[in-house]
């Protein structure tokens, strides 16, 4: 008996009077099949030395299960409450996540793109590095039509799904606050224009100072 074979998966089924597609669904935990048989699939499986190969299954099905994540820092306390947000969503949908740190480099950035390309994930969620001003390299994803959402920092003009807060209205209203209580010199603190949070923060700071 070959381990991790096909053959094995086949020899579990006529152990348990199954079908192999039963036995195969059952070792990926489908909701479709019981606990019972669930059990009675991985105990034999166990007995019989059998390792389910998911990378392997996912080349013969076209699906990875797999959703890629790059963000710019793992450490930002934002960027952590985001993976752990999208990881507790994709676990209740049977999904994996993978998790990519660019380190605010457009190059590693790139290079991740491809990676994760190639690993065939099935979906791509990306906060983009500061200094991103060229999103070709997003390009795979929307040509195989594969899911690209863009948070936090978006581009502005690339055709992809967005999420994003109001950054615009939050700076708004801090600089008008500060005015009403009698401020007069309100400094803005920002990064560079070209990313979208900066240029909607300073955007509803200008606003504000010129109803003042």
Not at 86 to 94: A, R, T, V
């Amino acid at each position: 008996m070959k381990k991790g074979s096909e053959n094995t998966m086949k020899d579990i089924a006529l152990e348990l009077g199954l079908s192999s597609s039963t036995v195969s669904r059952a070792l990926q935990d489908h909701p479709h099949i019981s606990q019972e048989t669930k059990l009675k699939v991985n105990e034999a499986a166990n007995r019989l030395g059998y390792s389910y190969n998911a990378v392997a299954a996912s080349l013969r099905n076209s699906k990875s299960n797999t959703i890629g994540l790059i963000i710019p820092r793992i450490s930002k306390y934002y960027q952590s409450t985001v993976i752990t947000a999208i990881q507790n969503k994709l676990h209740e949908h049977k999904y994996n996540l993978m998790i990519c740190q660019s380190n605010e480099s457009p190059e590693l950035e790139k290079e991740l793109v491809n990676a994760l390309y190639a690993s065939r994930v099935e979906g791509l969620i990306v906060s983009s590095t500061l200094n991103t001003t060229d999103f070709a390299h997003f390009d795979v994803f929307s040509r195989s039509n594969r899911p690209l959402v863009f948070f936090d920092r978006v581009p502005k003009n690339y055709p992809a799904h967005k999420i994003q807060g109001d950054d615009y209205h939050g700076a708004n209203m801090a600089t008008a606050h500060l005015l009403a209580k009698g401020c007069r010199n309100v400094a803005f603190i920002g990064g560079p224009l070209f990313c979208n949070l900066y240029r909607d923060r300073y955007e509803g700071y200008v606003d504000a100072l010129r109803i003042y």
